[in-house]
């Protein structure tokens, strides 16, 4: 494979789903829409499968992995559920939220997918392409997102071939993510403790509302999610923030009362500005100006995950 070349352009369709699943049985990479963002799939019981992902990615190897499974009994399987597990498991699977659990002895994981730490980050997602390609390859899949590591993630086919170009063996193309940003990540501690690793598209409150506890802060500097390196995200040019004017020589992103070059939502929808953050980042990439600004985003709700995707994308 090599940047140069394109990847196999998959639809959606039952031939083509099997066809995908036969290439990741075989070991290759397949990109696949999910409800968050594109996904870089590949089998998560293979050192060699696994470090194909990190190659084409150019992703640290220290950077854990979120495995995707079909069903609740498929992720027993790898790690222990304590009953605040099997809780958030009820409340939100499938969908956009991947919990971190102790890994358990003996689980047909690669080392190289938890970096070497004795947790593992799990997800059942509602895609019902990824749904299928799990289901069809048999197989608990690795899937960080279909961009190069620390570039905007992608939430169309097209963003995955820009960025990947032939890194990558296969593309579906399921159309655009209806999320838009990564599903949110949530440590369960076997002191009782819980912390938010990543924000997404469920909010703390919702996962408090189901464990009855408030979340811990997070204190430790060790990477145990994908998406804690400090900057990340990033459109290749800088990014100022909370800009209510643009100045020339910037591509403006509006919201609300701000409508810029493009908007992330004319109404301020924050689901919308959500689903459309990374397209207007790659738009914003894409354009001429040398520097990109971003209107200011209330800090509330899923605005707390647009505007942590923001910071790093600045960083």
Not at 28 to 48: H, I, N
Not at 145 to 160: C, F, L, Y
């Amino acid at each position: 494979m090599d940047h140069a070349s394109r990847p196999v352009m998959l639809q959606d369709g039952p031939e083509d789903i099997s066809a995908a699943a036969d290439l990741l049985r075989a070991g290759k990479l397949v990109a696949v829409p999910t409800e968050t963002v594109y996904g870089l799939a590949a089998r998560a019981d293979r050192d060699e499968s696994v470090a194909a992902i990190y190659r084409a990615k150019g992703r640290p190897s220290f950077n854990p992995l979120i495995v995707h499974v079909p069903d609740l009994a498929s992720a027993q399987a790898l790690a222990r559920f304590d009953e605040r597990a099997l809780q958030l498991a009820a409340a939100f699977w499938p969908g956009a939220l991947t919990m971190v659990l102790p890994l358990r002895d003996g689980a047909a994981i690669a080392p190289a997918v938890t970096a070497g730490l004795p947790t593992l980050a799990l997800r059942c997602p509602a895609h019902p392409v990824m749904r299928a390609v799990i289901a069809q390859a048999g197989l608990p899949l690795a899937a960080p997102s279909a961009n190069r590591s620390g570039g905007v993630s992608p939430t169309d086919a097209a963003h995955v071939v820009a960025s990947l170009g032939g890194n990558v063996d296969a593309v579906i193309d399921g159309g655009a993510c209806e999320a838009g940003l990564e599903s949110t990540i949530v440590a369960l501690r076997e002191d009782g403790r819980w912390q938010v690793l990543r924000p997404g598209p469920i909010t703390e409150a919702r996962i408090a509302a189901v464990l009855g506890t408030p979340s811990e802060p997070v204190t430790s500097h060790e990477i145990e999610a994908p998406g804690q390196l400090a900057s990340h995200y990033a459109p290749g040019k800088p990014v100022r923030l909370d800009a209510a004017q643009a100045e020339p020589d910037e591509f403006h992103i509006g919201f609300g009362a701000v409508t810029g070059d493009a908007t992330l939502s004319a109404t301020g929808d924050l689901a919308e500005a959500a689903a459309r953050l990374y397209s207007l980042l790659h738009a914003g990439a894409a354009a001429p100006h040398p520097r990109i600004a971003v209107a200011p985003i209330p800090d509330s709700d899923i605005g707390t995950a647009i505007n942590d995707r923001l910071r790093r994308a600045a960083a």
